[in-house]
């Protein structure tokens, strides 16, 4: 056996049960912005939680093909099965302001950035 497939074997560790999403995080002045490659899913096979400050994005992928005995598998780097991912925002935002498109593959989430700061006024009872 070559080398390069000896050093493939190696790599077992990559295998996860769970695989785990790739995301940018955007912030501008009025919102966040999340974005993720999510190739061979459609919108109905995600599902997205915002809880507090965090998001969080979960799905499965079926490549749809079954490996034979006869096949060799050389190189598997896409992941197949489960995936998850949760992101902590930079922000507070609205939770009743997101919009998420699934177009072409990618996975854009926008959410309106709110102002958590509030002045509170205190009592003096008047020593």
């Known amino acids: ?3 390069h497939f000896q050093e493939h074997d190696s ?3 990559l295998s996860q049960t769970e695989g785990q999403l790739s995301v940018d995080v955007i912030e ?3 919102e966040i912005i999340v974005r993720a490659a999510i190739a061979g899913v459609t919108a109905d096979e995600l599902d997205i ?3 507090e400050d965090t998001i969080t994005i979960r799905g499965e992928r ?3 093909c079954e490996v034979t005995s006869n096949e060799t598998i050389h190189a598997e780097e896409c992941h197949w099965g489960s ?3 949760s992101v902590i925002l930079p922000a507070h935002v609205n939770p009743d302001d997101v919009n998420a498109s699934l177009k072409r593959g990618i996975l854009t989430l926008r959410m309106k950035k709110v102002e958590m700061e ?3 006024e205190i009592d003096d009872d008047g020593y």
Do not use: P, V, Y
């Open 49 to 51: 939680q915002l809880s």
């Open 83 to 85: 995936f998850s991912r």
């Open 11 to 13: 790599l077992a560790w």
């Open 28 to 30: 501008n002045e009025t």
């Open 118 to 120: 509030r002045s509170i």
């Open 62 to 64: 079926d490549h749809g």
């Open 1 to 3: 056996m070559d080398k």
